[in-house]
């Protein structure tokens, strides 16, 4: 769980909250065996030298993990969300739910904002 | 409203995406009258430095204007959030809040994830 003594903002300076890597995370958790380089690649649109890159820094954080191996003649990488990735994910939507319900508060409690109310968020808080 | 078409992940790729300008902004929507740099700094937990880059980049974006003026003796600089800043955050927190939803939702239906279920997120969308 998120410390409640933290700011919430200053929690979301992890290396979730770059959108390429949020979107990469997403996709892992979907499935249980992991996704391949190529399958990561099509659903997050990103290009071989972004995705390179993400996967290196969220490997490093012991995010997720990487296979290489031969599927007949043609090398194959597959990468696959860690235990401690998922646990640190989680907490990190946590966060960013509590500072989403913050912000959509201040957005809704003032005086010009009335016209575009967050039903989601305000149902879920009720 | 954001593109329907547009991939949300690629959505937050703005200028309200960065932590501390998300806290900078929540606090100025929750007043009429703006901010002083003072009241800011300490809501934000931010050092006058990083501040005042944020301050730049969002008045250069036209998301706040800025006004400096005497008080008495001492010199005052104060924020306001424009009508563009206030629409430009809602769309920006209403992309956020889809990202959010389906990534609770990616985490709860997989197979290692149903301890840690999403019960704001959930409800909003049922």
Do not use: L, M, N
């Given at each position: 769980m998120p410390n409640k003594h933290e700011n919430p903002y200053n929690a979301l300076?992890?290396?979730?909250?770059?959108p390429n890597r949020m979107a990469i995370i997403s996709a892992l958790c979907s499935t249980s065996n992991g996704l391949t380089f190529r399958a990561l690649k099509e659903q997050c649109e990103l290009t071989d030298g972004n995705l390179s890159r993400h996967l290196k820094v969220l490997e490093e954080a012991g995010v997720l993990m990487i296979e290489k191996k031969f599927v007949g003649a043609k090398p194959q990488t597959r990468a696959f969300l860690t235990d401690k990735g998922r646990e640190n994910f989680v907490e990190y939507l946590q966060v960013l739910e509590e500072v989403l319900k913050k912000a959509a508060e201040a957005v809704s409690t003032?005086?010009?904002?009335?016209?575009?109310?967050?039903g989601a968020i305000k149902t879920a808080r009720a």
């Open positions: 300076k992890r290396i979730f909250h770059e003032s005086d010009a904002g009335s016209e575009q109310p967050f």
